[in-house]
């Protein structure tokens, strides 16, 4: 996810709000300028794309150029129009009509205030799987539903003819507008979804896209595939960019030599790339509010892996034991920081001081370097458990740069935990994913980016429920924390922050993972490229406005 690089503002939505309509969108294009003739970016993609089908998605940093929300997120995490024109919000904020602007399908067809309600339902309802599920709590009967509780249909979403979609929230979201940015609550055709049946989704032609570029060319598992000029997008004028062209490439070399022979317009450099770049005209870095954190598995296969990670002490000494500032400088070696908790910094203020979200919740000798108290409280957490040596399965995938991470944290924690063995399994990003859901795993290399400016967004995915909770962490007082600050406080700003701080400290006194670093991504960008959206958080890379110019 990515990218997952998500900055900090919160949107209040107490008052009628009426969104521009497309027509002052032209002036984010830098000016007229002068355009190449061939309007075509070149792209490189770590992996094979998981999913077309926004209701199973498993990120949307880029997929916001194919599919189109309500709203789309603009430069510096604003909000900008999409495919609501007008919006008005009940004085108590729970009421939402949107009215859907007269928009097509890729094949040209309409797109109506019932392809939003039939999304929301689908993306509901438990045997839809959505890992992102949990982003519609608030709405109207969303828990109970995505529970197993209620039915789809009582969900908090109505139409009103053709172009109004009516929301109806059980409590007010501080967050909602940035949270409609996302291709998640964007429509889906209910027609599309019965013509193709069980294709749906499968291949580029099973489906229809409703942003500014259509995908061609995926088959579901191949190495290339493009974005392609939307001619049928309500607001197809601003877009410049005829085609995008992407190909899977793993090796950060391959990319670079093509980036280096005029055949990618950007790529994302390595640690040790970064050295010998970062002085280079073309370097450029792009901040993501992501948190990197090495994941327990909770409910291990393994009777004695099991135990061991279930011991408090044995967690904390893991996490004692990672000398996060000798990570990052010398392995990673790019301008990531060391993390404070799992809320990235710079996301979030307090809103009655100002204090950085990750400042004022950080508790000393969580995420530190104290190899003393890790070997001490190793010994006490073997003694605990009856075991006098373990052995970890740590997966990762072999994206960039996770093999020299996992390398590293193997010889740190069998250097400083005496007994421990780390056995490394670096795989495709596919496989891992796989493994992951599963949970064939002891430790993993995990990660998460805001999907909104918001510590929320961070918090929600490790409660017990969570489709993100891969380890299985369970705290009934973390639970509680975050529905309090989502629910019964959710309009009290002070009250809400403070739910949020103290369920990061249960977070974090529980040792449920160990968060590590926060992401910078380097890359060398070709000059000629224009007008690249990038956003810390949600969808980060926004190509509507994109252009080569001469």
């Given at each position: 996810m990515k990218k997952r690089s998500v900055v900090a503002v919160i949107f209040s939505l107490l008052l009628v709000t009426v969104l521009a309509a497309c027509g002052k969108q032209g002036s984010q294009t830098s000016g007229s300028g002068k355009y190449a003739a061939d309007q075509v970016l070149n792209l490189?993609?770590?992996?094979?794309?998981?999913?077309?089908?926004?209701?199973?998605?498993?990120?949307?940093?880029?997929t916001g150029n194919i599919f189109e929300s309500l709203y789309r997120l603009g430069k510096n995490g604003t909000v900008t129009p999409g495919l609501a024109s007008k919006t008005s919000v009940s004085k108590d904020g729970l009421t939402y009509k949107f009215t859907i602007r007269d928009a097509k399908w890729s094949d040209g067809s309409a797109i109506t205030a019932q392809d939003f309600v039939y999304s929301w339902q689908r993306a509901v309802t438990p045997k839809t799987k959505s890992q992102y599920a949990y982003l519609f709590s608030g709405v109207k009967n969303a828990d109970d539903i995505v529970a197993g509780k209620k039915d789809?249909?009582?969900?908090?979403?109505?139409?009103?003819?053709?172009?109004?979609?009516?929301?109806?929230?059980?409590?007010?979201?501080?967050?909602?507008?940035?949270?409609?940015?996302y291709p998640l609550f964007g429509p889906v055709s209910e027609t599309a979804v019965k013509k193709w049946g069980s294709k749906y989704a499968t291949k580029a032609q099973y489906m229809l896209y409703s942003g500014p570029f259509k995908l061609v060319g995926w088959t579901g598992t191949n190495n290339s595939w493009q974005f392609v000029k939307n001619n049928h997008y309500w607001d197809k004028k601003a877009v410049k960019l005829t085609k995008i062209n992407y190909t899977v490439n793993?090796?950060?070399?391959?990319?670079?030599?093509?980036?280096?022979?005029?055949?990618?317009?950007?790529?994302?450099?390595?640690?040790?790339?970064?050295?010998?770049?970062?002085?280079?005209?073309?370097?450029?870095?792009?901040?993501?509010?992501?948190?990197?954190?090495?994941?327990?598995?909770?409910?291990?296969?393994?009777?004695?892996?099991?135990?061991?990670?279930?011991?408090?002490?044995?967690?904390r000494a893991i996490s004692l034991a990672i000398n996060r500032k000798q990570l990052v400088t010398k392995v990673i070696g790019d301008d990531s920081s060391t993390a404070k908790g799992l809320v990235a910094k710079d996301l979030a203020d307090n809103p009655k001081t100002g204090q950085d979200f990750a400042d004022q919740a950080y508790l000393k000798n969580t995420v530190d370097y104290n190899p003393t108290l890790a070997k001490k409280l190793w010994a006490k957490g073997l003694k605990e458990t009856g075991l006098k040596k373990l052995t970890l399965r740590l997966v990762s995938s072999n994206e960039e740069p996770n093999k020299p991470v996992s390398q590293y944290y193997k010889g740190q924690l069998e250097k400083e935990l005496s007994g421990l063995t780390v056995d490394l399994s670096n795989i495709p990003a596919s496989v891992?994913?796989?493994?992951?859901?599963?949970?064939?795993?002891?430790?993993?290399?995990?990660?998460?980016?805001?999907?909104?400016?918001?510590?929320i967004s961070y918090l929600q995915i490790f409660q017990k429920n969570s489709g993100y909770n891969f380890g299985k962490y369970s705290s009934a007082k973390y639970d509680a924390l975050v529905d309090k600050a989502s629910k019964q406080d959710a309009n009290n700003a002070d009250a809400r922050w403070q739910d949020m701080i103290e369920a990061e400290q249960v977070l974090m006194k529980d040792q449920a993972i160990a968060p590590v670093y926060q992401t910078v991504y380097s890359f060398l960008v070709n000059p000629k490229v224009k007008g690249i959206i990038h956003n810390t958080a949600g969808t980060q890379w926004n190509y509507k406005y994109t252009y080569i110019a001469k």
């Open positions: 490189s993609y770590s992996s094979t794309l998981d999913s077309i089908d926004v209701s199973k998605s498993s990120g949307f940093g880029t789809p249909k009582t969900l908090g979403v109505r139409a009103e003819g053709k172009h109004t979609f009516i929301v109806t929230l059980s409590t007010p979201i501080k967050y909602f507008k940035k949270l409609m940015t793993e090796s950060t070399t391959t990319t670079l030599n093509l980036f280096q022979d005029k055949k990618l317009d950007l790529t994302q450099l390595s640690s040790e790339q970064v050295k010998n770049l970062k002085h280079n005209a073309d370097y450029k870095t792009y901040p993501y509010s992501i948190t990197q954190f090495l994941s327990y598995n909770f409910n291990a296969s393994n009777s004695d892996v099991k135990k061991a990670l279930n011991n408090q002490n044995i967690r891992m994913s796989q493994r992951r859901e599963s949970g064939d795993f002891d430790l993993y290399l995990g990660m998460w980016g805001a999907d909104f400016n918001d510590p």
